[in-house]
T-cell receptor, first 112, second 110 residues
Framework: KAGVTQTPRYLIKTRGQQVTLSCSPI?????VSWYQQTPGQGLQFLFE???????NKGNFPGRFSGRQFSNSRSEMNVSTLELGDSALYLC???????????FGQGTRLTVV | GESVGLHLPTLSVQEGDNSIINCAYS??????FIWYKQESGKGPQFIID?????DKRQGQRVTVLLNKTVKHLSLQIAATQPGDSAVYFC?????????FGAGTRLTVKP
Protein backbone atom coordinates (compact mmCIF):
# COMPACT_ATOMS: atom_id res chain seq x y z
CA LYS A 1 0.00 0.00 0.00
CA ALA A 2 1.16 3.54 -0.65
CA GLY A 3 1.84 5.58 2.45
CA VAL A 4 0.33 8.87 3.52
CA THR A 5 1.06 11.53 0.94
CA GLN A 6 1.19 15.21 1.72
CA THR A 7 1.49 17.96 -0.84
CA PRO A 8 3.21 20.22 -1.28
CA ARG A 9 6.36 19.37 0.69
CA TYR A 10 7.44 22.99 1.01
CA LEU A 11 5.61 26.30 0.85
CA ILE A 12 6.57 29.91 1.34
CA LYS A 13 3.78 32.40 1.88
CA THR A 14 3.58 36.00 3.02
CA ARG A 15 1.66 37.30 5.98
CA GLY A 16 -2.02 37.78 5.34
CA GLN A 17 -2.21 35.17 2.61
CA GLN A 18 -4.07 31.92 2.90
CA VAL A 19 -2.83 28.40 2.21
CA THR A 20 -4.31 24.99 1.51
CA LEU A 21 -2.47 21.79 2.31
CA SER A 22 -3.46 18.36 1.05
CA CYS A 23 -3.26 14.90 2.55
CA SER A 24 -4.02 11.58 0.88
CA PRO A 25 -4.37 8.84 3.49
CA ILE A 26 -3.50 5.19 3.13
CA UNK A 27 -6.08 3.39 1.04
CA UNK A 28 -8.92 2.17 3.24
CA UNK A 29 -8.16 4.55 6.10
CA UNK A 30 -11.08 6.74 7.00
CA UNK A 31 -9.55 8.82 9.78
CA VAL A 32 -7.26 11.74 8.99
CA SER A 33 -5.71 13.91 11.68
CA TRP A 34 -3.68 17.07 11.28
CA TYR A 35 -0.90 18.26 13.53
CA GLN A 36 1.27 21.34 13.71
CA GLN A 37 4.87 20.78 14.72
CA THR A 38 7.14 23.59 15.86
CA PRO A 39 10.39 23.49 17.83
CA GLY A 40 8.83 25.38 20.72
CA GLN A 41 5.44 23.67 20.97
CA GLY A 42 6.12 20.19 19.69
CA LEU A 43 3.34 18.25 18.01
CA GLN A 44 -0.01 19.91 18.53
CA PHE A 45 -3.30 18.40 17.46
CA LEU A 46 -5.32 20.48 15.04
CA PHE A 47 -8.31 18.35 14.11
CA GLU A 48 -9.44 14.91 13.07
CA UNK A 49 -11.81 13.95 10.31
CA UNK A 50 -13.61 10.66 9.96
CA UNK A 51 -15.93 9.83 7.11
CA UNK A 52 -16.10 13.49 6.02
CA UNK A 53 -17.03 14.73 9.50
CA UNK A 54 -14.84 16.62 11.91
CA UNK A 55 -14.66 14.34 14.92
CA ASN A 56 -12.27 16.27 17.15
CA LYS A 57 -10.70 19.69 17.25
CA GLY A 58 -7.68 21.06 19.07
CA ASN A 59 -7.16 24.52 20.51
CA PHE A 60 -6.39 26.49 17.39
CA PRO A 61 -8.08 29.67 16.17
CA GLY A 62 -10.78 29.62 13.54
CA ARG A 63 -8.24 30.61 10.88
CA PHE A 64 -7.36 26.92 10.81
CA SER A 65 -9.96 24.81 9.11
CA GLY A 66 -10.17 21.54 7.30
CA ARG A 67 -12.36 19.19 5.40
CA GLN A 68 -12.45 15.63 4.20
CA PHE A 69 -13.74 14.35 0.91
CA SER A 70 -15.65 11.17 0.15
CA ASN A 71 -12.43 9.42 -0.91
CA SER A 72 -10.98 10.27 2.55
CA ARG A 73 -8.50 12.78 1.16
CA SER A 74 -8.28 15.78 3.42
CA GLU A 75 -7.30 19.39 3.11
CA MET A 76 -6.50 21.96 5.72
CA ASN A 77 -6.68 25.66 5.17
CA VAL A 78 -5.06 28.47 7.07
CA SER A 79 -6.33 31.96 6.36
CA THR A 80 -4.73 35.32 7.17
CA LEU A 81 -1.35 33.74 7.74
CA GLU A 82 0.82 34.95 10.61
CA LEU A 83 4.56 34.54 11.09
CA GLY A 84 3.84 32.16 13.96
CA ASP A 85 2.09 29.78 11.60
CA SER A 86 5.47 28.76 10.21
CA ALA A 87 5.72 25.08 11.05
CA LEU A 88 5.75 21.54 9.79
CA TYR A 89 2.18 20.40 9.23
CA LEU A 90 1.74 16.67 9.57
CA CYS A 91 -1.13 14.52 8.53
CA UNK A 92 -1.77 11.06 9.94
CA UNK A 93 -4.24 8.42 8.85
CA UNK A 94 -5.81 5.52 10.71
CA UNK A 95 -8.28 2.86 9.77
CA UNK A 96 -10.79 3.81 12.41
CA UNK A 97 -10.89 5.06 15.96
CA UNK A 98 -7.99 3.16 17.51
CA UNK A 99 -4.77 1.77 16.27
CA UNK A 100 -1.57 3.03 14.83
CA UNK A 101 -1.56 6.38 13.09
CA UNK A 102 0.61 6.53 9.99
CA PHE A 103 2.20 9.88 9.30
CA GLY A 104 3.10 11.59 6.09
CA GLN A 105 6.36 13.47 5.67
CA GLY A 106 4.67 16.77 6.27
CA THR A 107 4.40 20.13 4.57
CA ARG A 108 6.95 22.69 5.68
CA LEU A 109 5.20 26.07 5.68
CA THR A 110 7.25 29.23 6.01
CA VAL A 111 5.47 32.54 6.46
CA VAL A 112 7.53 35.62 5.68
CA GLY B 1 -5.55 20.82 31.95
CA GLU B 2 -4.74 17.33 30.83
CA SER B 3 -1.32 16.97 29.30
CA VAL B 4 1.26 14.56 28.07
CA GLY B 5 4.83 15.45 28.87
CA LEU B 6 8.34 14.13 28.86
CA HIS B 7 10.79 14.18 31.76
CA LEU B 8 13.92 15.00 29.76
CA PRO B 9 14.32 16.89 26.52
CA THR B 10 17.64 15.19 25.58
CA LEU B 11 19.30 11.87 26.22
CA SER B 12 22.77 10.83 25.18
CA VAL B 13 23.87 7.20 25.36
CA GLN B 14 26.83 5.13 24.27
CA GLU B 15 26.34 2.76 21.38
CA GLY B 16 25.46 -0.65 22.72
CA ASP B 17 24.01 0.63 25.97
CA ASN B 18 20.34 0.46 26.83
CA SER B 19 18.23 3.63 26.59
CA ILE B 20 15.25 4.57 28.70
CA ILE B 21 12.97 7.40 27.64
CA ASN B 22 10.27 8.48 30.06
CA CYS B 23 6.88 10.09 29.68
CA ALA B 24 4.31 11.33 32.18
CA TYR B 25 0.65 11.68 31.38
CA SER B 26 -2.16 13.14 33.41
CA UNK B 27 -5.34 12.03 31.67
CA UNK B 28 -6.47 9.01 33.63
CA UNK B 29 -9.09 8.32 30.93
CA UNK B 30 -6.41 7.62 28.32
CA UNK B 31 -6.61 4.00 27.28
CA UNK B 32 -4.05 3.70 24.53
CA PHE B 33 -0.45 4.85 24.34
CA ILE B 34 2.03 4.91 21.50
CA TRP B 35 5.70 5.66 21.09
CA TYR B 36 6.84 7.32 17.89
CA LYS B 37 10.30 7.96 16.48
CA GLN B 38 10.96 10.96 14.29
CA GLU B 39 14.11 11.31 12.26
CA SER B 40 15.19 14.59 10.76
CA GLY B 41 13.08 15.56 7.76
CA LYS B 42 10.59 12.75 8.25
CA GLY B 43 7.21 12.29 9.83
CA PRO B 44 6.86 10.34 13.10
CA GLN B 45 7.13 6.59 12.72
CA PHE B 46 5.31 4.10 14.91
CA ILE B 47 7.53 2.09 17.27
CA ILE B 48 5.27 0.31 19.73
CA ASP B 49 1.93 0.72 21.43
CA UNK B 50 0.28 -0.45 24.61
CA UNK B 51 -3.28 -0.50 25.86
CA UNK B 52 -4.21 0.48 29.37
CA UNK B 53 -5.09 -3.09 30.34
CA UNK B 54 -1.41 -4.05 29.99
CA ASP B 55 1.66 -2.94 31.90
CA LYS B 56 4.37 -4.21 29.58
CA ARG B 57 4.78 -4.92 25.92
CA GLN B 58 7.86 -6.01 24.02
CA GLY B 59 8.88 -5.55 20.44
CA GLN B 60 12.11 -5.99 18.60
CA ARG B 61 14.76 -4.39 20.88
CA VAL B 62 12.06 -2.15 22.41
CA THR B 63 9.90 -2.51 25.49
CA VAL B 64 7.17 -0.19 26.66
CA LEU B 65 6.22 -0.09 30.31
CA LEU B 66 3.02 1.46 31.60
CA ASN B 67 2.49 2.35 35.23
CA LYS B 68 -1.07 3.54 35.60
CA THR B 69 -0.70 4.17 39.31
CA VAL B 70 1.72 7.03 38.73
CA LYS B 71 0.63 7.72 35.14
CA HIS B 72 4.05 7.00 33.72
CA LEU B 73 5.13 5.48 30.44
CA SER B 74 8.61 4.48 29.42
CA LEU B 75 10.34 3.23 26.31
CA GLN B 76 13.36 1.00 26.70
CA ILE B 77 15.68 0.44 23.75
CA ALA B 78 18.13 -2.42 24.09
CA ALA B 79 21.62 -2.26 22.60
CA THR B 80 21.12 1.24 21.25
CA GLN B 81 22.48 1.78 17.77
CA PRO B 82 23.46 4.94 15.86
CA GLY B 83 20.33 4.51 13.76
CA ASP B 84 18.25 4.96 16.90
CA SER B 85 19.28 8.62 17.09
CA ALA B 86 16.07 10.58 16.68
CA VAL B 87 13.37 12.41 18.60
CA TYR B 88 11.01 10.09 20.46
CA PHE B 89 7.43 11.07 21.24
CA CYS B 90 4.95 9.44 23.50
CA UNK B 91 1.30 9.86 22.61
CA UNK B 92 -1.86 9.14 24.51
CA UNK B 93 -5.28 8.52 23.14
CA UNK B 94 -8.36 9.36 25.13
CA UNK B 95 -11.69 10.84 24.09
CA UNK B 96 -10.88 10.01 20.47
CA UNK B 97 -7.99 12.40 19.76
CA UNK B 98 -4.31 11.64 20.13
CA UNK B 99 -2.07 13.99 22.09
CA PHE B 100 1.70 14.03 21.92
CA GLY B 101 4.41 14.79 24.44
CA ALA B 102 7.11 17.35 23.76
CA GLY B 103 9.65 14.78 22.60
CA THR B 104 13.05 13.55 23.77
CA ARG B 105 16.05 13.79 21.50
CA LEU B 106 18.13 10.62 21.73
CA THR B 107 21.74 10.88 20.62
CA VAL B 108 23.82 7.73 20.32
CA LYS B 109 27.56 8.20 20.70
CA PRO B 110 29.82 5.77 18.83
Amino acid sequence: KAGVTQTPRYLIKTRGQQVTLSCSPISGHRSVSWYQQTPGQGLQFLFEYFSETQRNKGNFPGRFSGRQFSNSRSEMNVSTLELGDSALYLCASREGGMGEAFFGQGTRLTVV
Amino acid sequence: GESVGLHLPTLSVQEGDNSIINCAYSNSASDYFIWYKQESGKGPQFIIDIRSNMDKRQGQRVTVLLNKTVKHLSLQIAATQPGDSAVYFCAEKGNNDMRFGAGTRLTVKP
